[in-house]
């Protein structure tokens, strides 16, 4: 247990609220259930919609007014309240039926994908599909200060800031439109990184919840059981994650010494140069300009022995790079 010094100086007694404004605030079956049903499915649409719309045209601005009116972390962070009151409250219905209404919907978004449509050319896609180590650390403080602003009554204003943070809309609407255009190893990214931010929110809040003092009574075998579950799951969350991370490192490195051995294949051409390197799945991807035509690709794929593992495609993208001047227009 925190000493009672330290989580007054984190939540001052004055400004800490009660269990009982804490239980109205997050959960949903408290008080008037069928307004807040309403309320709360109302604004899970709408906000997957509007994610949807965010994803298919790359905008990010758009994605973030998704993030901040998306009430999914509402029943989360019930979730962590009732482990901790020992109670059920029924959040992870709520949970499950909102993570199955926004994957739908991104499901349906998918629909408006053109059939040569390159789902890792678009940002708000491939940002979300391959999630590391950062992603968990930056979901867990996430998780700690959604915490913590909910307990206090003074820093509210904070909790915007907390829902553009934690990603839980975004990378659904994304699971929808990988799994739509066939994607299901970039739908299983995303859904890594929402189930990583969801798992951090509930073991931050039943940790900041349960310090807190929210339940005065010893804490029994099947609470414990239940952390040490979602501690669990957790670990199993956080391994793909290190794979992802390494894997992206990798392939960093793969793609700067392609780039590097591109550049050299192209030196005896005159005017050819490397526009850019870049991985779609396993596949390098190698756009280059050349004023005639290419060197043996044959010799490109030898010098690449050894830089990158064998048996990974390579595909060179050429653009001619001539200028031609036509004549005048009306001349």
């Not at 719309?53 to 029943?75: E, N």
């Not at 919907?105 to 180590?133: E, K």
């Not at 392609?258 to 005017?271: F, I, Q, S």
Request: net charge positive; glycine share 10%; proline share 5%.
């Amino acid at each position: 247990m925190m000493p009672t010094g330290v989580r007054d100086r984190l939540v001052p007694e004055a400004q800490r609220r009660t269990l009982e404004e804490l239980t109205d605030d997050l959960d949903l079956r408290a008080g008037d259930r069928t307004s807040r049903y309403s309320a709360f499915w109302t604004m899970l649409v709408l906000s997957a919609v509007i994610a949807a719309a965010g994803v298919m045209a790359d905008s990010t601005a758009t994605v973030i007014g998704a993030m901040i009116i998306a009430p999914l972390s509402t029943p989360i962070m019930g979730m962590a309240l009732g482990l901790v009151k020992r109670s059920r409250t029924g959040a992870g219905w709520f949970v499950l039926g909102g993570v199955t209404a926004v994957v739908a919907v991104g499901l349906l978004a998918s629909l408006a994908l053109p059939g040569s449509y390159q789902l890792l050319a678009n940002g708000q896609i491939s940002g979300r599909t391959s999630p590391g180590l950062a992603d968990l650390v930056a979901a867990m403080a996430t998780g700690l200060a959604g915490a913590v602003a909910l307990a206090r009554r003074d820093v509210a204003a904070i909790l915007p800031g907390v829902a553009i943070a934690i990603s839980l809309v975004p990378p659904l609407v994304v699971v929808g439109v990988c799994l739509g255009a066939g994607a299901p190893a970039l739908a299983l990214g995303a859904l890594v990184l929402f189930l990583s931010n969801m798992l951090s929110l509930v073991l931050a809040g039943t940790f900041v919840f349960a310090v807190l003092g929210y339940v005065d009574v010893p804490a029994n075998a099947s609470r414990r059981r239940a952390v040490l579950a979602l501690s669990g799951l957790g670990l199993l969350v956080a391994i793909p994650l290190l794979l992802s991370t390494v894997a992206n490192y990798m392939f960093a490195a793969w793609e700067d010494g392609v780039r590097a051995t591109a550049a050299r294949w192209l030196a005896d051409e005159p005017g050819a140069s490397v526009i850019g390197v870049r991985r779609e799945s396993a596949t390098f991807h190698i756009a280059v300009r050349t004023p005639s035509g290419l060197p043996p690709t044959d010799r490109l794929l030898a010098d690449l022995r050894g830089t990158v593992p064998d048996g990974l495609p390579i595909v060179v993208e050429s653009t001619q790079g001539r200028m031609v001047t036509i004549g005048r227009v009306g001349g």
